[in-house]
């Protein structure tokens, strides 16, 4: 596998920029700094760490209700992260837009989304905007288990292979679409099966394990980036904590959750860079610190800033030229 010993460092680092970040949103919205629906990517982060090394700046992505990780991973900057997740209006979307609808246009983060599978469609729109326009630009759309019993999946997979459209459909698989197993929403197994329908290559991948995620993840974008149509990556992974922050998660067998915390992919990793001669204790562990410091900053930043004006209520809700014709 083509892969840099600075690709490798970048990789760690995205990581633990997501899994700290996380961290410090469960505790603000425990403490109550942060309110309404939290929905936490712990646990899920070699996905988005090892599919967004892959892209450029200038390449999509769509997210879902569980977000933050593939913002952080195409580049997103965790003070405007988190002065949304504060309510605040030097945020991503200036306070309104929350946990679910962060989005960034200049790094091609065509945003979070909090409607189950409503990201598919939207990644196939782009990626026909691609290829209209002929650049090599790829999609990547993020979307969950529970979202590939919608009819989006299906209708999103179908145009995308009829067109041979540059997107890539990552399924992250954590085993729960909100409290409902997969064993008893789906007949199959491996979700990455469906992709024969469509005619298109479907791998299963281990999900905690950022290098398969990469190498998954780099075949397919090569192959989008060549004119050769898309790609299912299912990745099996398990979310740490509930559906959302308050659900007690009842619902999960306490052994089968002890089990996948033994496997989660940040400690496997530390594993292997140490075992390769990638990065030492001491470097990984100063790396965490200046992360820390990072999290620190943004939490100062959105702490400083103001909440939006109640005479701003609906300004940034419609557009421009909604507002203009309503006007008239």
């Not at 899920?44 to 390449?59: F, M, P, Q, S, Y």
């Not at 989006?152 to 459909?169: D, G």
């Not at 702490?303 to 421009?320: G, L, Q, W």
Request: proline share 3%.
């Amino acid at each position: 596998m083509n892969v840099s010993k600075e690709q490798m460092q970048h990789m760690y680092q995205t990581m633990m920029r997501i899994r700290k970040f996380e961290l410090n949103a469960q505790n603000d919205f425990a403490n109550g700094k942060i309110v309404g629906f939290l929905h936490l990517y712990l646990g899920e982060e070699a996905i988005a760490t090892g599919v967004c090394e892959n892209l450029r700046k200038d390449d999509f992505i769509t997210s879902t209700h569980r977000g933050h990780g593939h913002i952080i991973a195409k580049g997103g900057d965790m003070k405007y992260m988190m002065a949304e997740l504060y309510g605040k209006s030097d945020g991503y979307c200036k306070g309104k837009g929350g946990s679910m609808h962060i989005a960034d246009r200049d790094l091609g983060i065509l945003g979070a989304n909090g409607i189950v599978g409503a990201g598919q469609d939207i990644a196939v729109g782009a990626g026909l905007s691609c290829k209209y326009r002929g650049t090599d630009q790829v999609c990547v759309c993020f979307f969950g288990d529970g979202s590939t019993n919608q009819g989006t999946f299906h209708e999103a997979l179908n145009m995308a292979s009829i067109w041979k459209l540059p997107v890539i459909f990552v399924c992250e698989n954590n085993h729960f679409g909100i409290s409902m197993s997969q064993s008893r929403h789906q007949a199959i197994k491996d979700i990455a099966d469906r992709a024969a329908a469509y005619g298109i290559p479907g791998v299963a991948v281990d999900g905690n394990d950022v290098m398969a995620v990469y190498e998954a993840a780099n075949e397919a974008v090569a192959r989008a980036r060549k004119g050769q149509g898309p790609t299912l990556i299912e990745c099996k992974t398990w979310r740490w904590r509930g559906h959302f922050e308050g659900d007690p998660s009842v619902y999960k067998d306490p052994k089968e959750q002890e089990e996948w915390l033994e496997k989660e992919p940040a400690k496997r990793y530390r594993k292997f860079l140490s075992e390769n001669n990638v990065m030492t204790e001491a470097e990984m562990d100063q790396m965490d610190q200046n992360i820390d410091d990072e999290i620190e900053a943004a939490k100062a930043f959105a702490d400083a800033s103001p909440y939006p004006a109640p005479e701003d209520v609906a300004k940034d809700v419609y557009t421009d030229i909604v507002e203009e014709v309503r006007v008239r």
